[in-house]
């Protein structure tokens, strides 16, 4: 089967948590395809590779484009940010490719990546280092119901959480349940982040408590912002950074012997 079509991961933000997969993979392609923003980050590196990008909204339009191109003949790369399993396009290529019954005639081969939440844990320490749960606010696609629903099981469930598309100007109503699922426990330390790997990044650590005061206000909640929401354990370390223990210390001597 000669027809590829990559669905590629191009990392958090910039290009410095591509892989080197995701670079070869980019290499090989002879036509890109991806979301205008994230297309730009990585001109330098497509050159003058054929590149087709649109906006927000044009998902379907241009996980088809990709696929055209490569039912051409092409060697392609649909570009997804962070990971494109992570509410990112591998979904719709992969629907797309089983409603077209094309799976003998393209090989689809999709390319791991890092995701904000990893690449802002990465930043800021050792915040998320038992289970957690990533989740994403937009109503799109989900009934809002159900995003409040997650929201409050996941946090009585003392998970640590990772919140994605938190808000835009138009959608804040997820964002508020949110805000109001948090004020009805206690306080957490809360990790804001956006534009993880750009050079506009900016990750601050506060409390759900500032959080929930700044309301729909909050100058550093935007649809570039992934949010963090440490568990009951997650505490900060002398230095300023965010520790969630594994719990390696309750069981072993700092020696590493077992306790008694
Ligand atoms: C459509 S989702 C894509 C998520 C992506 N696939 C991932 O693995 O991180 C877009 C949301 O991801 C988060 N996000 C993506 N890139 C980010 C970055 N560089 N810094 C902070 N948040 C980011 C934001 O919450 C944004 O609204």
Redesign the pocket.
């Known amino acids: 089967m000669a027809k590829k079509l990559y669905i590629l ?1 191009s990392g ?2 910039g290009t410095k948590y591509m892989t080197t997969e995701a670079l070869e993979a980019l290499n090989e392609c002879e036509a890109v395809v991806g979301y205008r923003n994230y297309v730009k980050e990585l001109a330098e590196l497509i050159g003058d590779k054929p590149v087709f990008m649109s906006g927000m909204t044009k998902e379907i339009a241009r996980c088809q484009e990709a696929i055209n191109y490569a039912k051409e003949g092409k060697t392609t790369c649909i570009i ?5 399993n ?3 396009m591998a979904t719709l290529v992969t629907e797309l490719m089983d409603e077209q019954k094309l799976w003998d005639e393209i090989e689809v081969v999709s390319i791991a ?1 890092v ?3 990893l ?2 844990a990465s930043r800021i320490g050792a915040p998320i280092s038992q289970d957690f749960a990533v989740i ?1 606010l937009s109503d799109k696609l989900t009934d809002i119901d159900l995003i409040d629903k997650r929201v409050r099981n996941c946090f009585d469930a003392d998970m640590i959480l990772g ?4 808000k835009s100007k138009k959608r804040i109503l997820p964002y508020q349940n949110f805000l109001k699922a948090l004020s009805e426990g206690e306080e957490r330390i809360a990790i804001i ?6 050079p506009k ?1 900016k990750i601050t650590v506060t409390t759900t408590t500032d959080l929930i005061a700044q309301d729909i206000e909050h100058p550093e909640v935007t ?4 949010i963090i929401v440490g568990n009951s354990q997650t505490r900060h370390t002398s230095n300023g950074l965010v520790l969630t223990p594994r719990g390696y210390l309750n069981k072993y001597e700092m020696s590493g012997e077992l306790k008694e």
């Open positions: 991961s958090a933000g997804s940010n962070g990971d494109v992570v509410f990112g990546g995701t904000s939440f690449a802002t994403s919140i994605y598309n938190p982040a956006s534009h993880v790997g750009r990044e649809m570039s912002t992934l």
